[in-house]
Nanobody, 121 residues
């Protein structure tokens, strides 16, 4: 199995910044895409940003210009720098990874447990 553990959530005032981090562990052969999703109360989980193994990033329109996703392939980590936070960014943020694990070689898609981000107005 591949486990993902997030860290870095918390409470911040509107206009502030937070940085989320996620580390993947387990019998990992390769990770193709890592990303961040979020789910606000009463809403469906939505994509925030993803990044491929070669650094191609994709962002939701609502966070473009404010959030930056980054990745360290050697350490199997992904980060999300969130600036100019708004109350509507309040949600539980989940890390996701898609790739292959070894022994046997099979595809995986794993989720972290989530970390709460709360932005006060």
């Amino acid at each position: 199995q591949v486990q993902l553990v997030e860290s870095g959530g918390g409470l911040v005032q509107a206009g502030g910044s937070l940085r989320l981090s996620c580390v993947a562990s387990g019998r990992i052969l390769s990770i193709n895409v890592m990303g961040w999703y979020r789910q606000a109360p009463g809403k469906q989980r939505e994509l925030v940003a993803t990044i491929t193994s070669i650094g191609m990033a994709n962002y939701a329109e609502s966070v473009k210009g404010r959030f930056t996703i980054s990745r360290d392939n050697a350490k199997n980590t992904v980060g999300l720098q969130m600036n100019s936070l708004k109350p509507e960014d309040t949600a539980v943020y989940y890390c996701n990874a898609d790739g292959y694990r070894v022994a046997p070689v099979v595809a995986f898609n794993s989720w972290g447990q989530g970390t709460q981000v709360t932005v006060s107005s």
